[in-house]
Nanobody
Framework: QVQLVESGGGLVQAGGSLRLSCAAS????????MGWFRQAPGKERDFVAA????????DYADSVKGRFTISRDNAKSTVDLQMNSLKPEDTALYYC?????????????????WGQGTQVTVSS
């Protein structure tokens, strides 16, 4: 079992920055691929970014490339999402997810554990 708790969401103006953090407890964090996903009201859950268990591999949605950076600290069991140059279309509930398999994936159905989410609202 893995527990994931996101933090760092909030209200920010367009062009601003936020840093989301996800703290994990339970099963060995360093064995988990980690992902960030987001869901806006009335829309499907979308992939944002993912990082491999070692941190050596990352992947990003085209919509956030060059603006968002995913990182992890296996010693602290945390994964962060630095979000810069935020746009109103980035407004959503952001979820952290863990998957105990090799590699990285943008497919949310592959992830085994999910946090409760943290709200990000970007005003224009």
């Amino acid at each position: 079992q893995v527990q994931l708790v996101e933090s760092g969401g909030g209200l920010v103006q367009a062009g601003g920055s936020l840093r989301l953090s996800c703290a994990a407890s339970g099963r060995t964090f360093s064995s988990a691929a980690m992902g960030w996903f987001r869901q806006a009201p009335g829309k499907e859950r979308d992939f944002v970014a993912a990082i491999s268990s070692s941190g050596g591999g990352t992947d990003y949605a085209d919509s956030v490339k060059g603006r968002f950076t995913i990182s992890r600290d296996n010693a602290k069991s945390t994964v962060d999402l630095q979000m810069n140059s935020l746009k109103p279309e980035d407004t959503a509930l952001y979820y952290c997810a863990a998957g105990f398999w090799a590699g990285i994936s943008h497919r949310h159905r592959l992830y085994n554990y999910w946090g409760q989410g943290t709200q990000v609202t970007v005003s224009s």
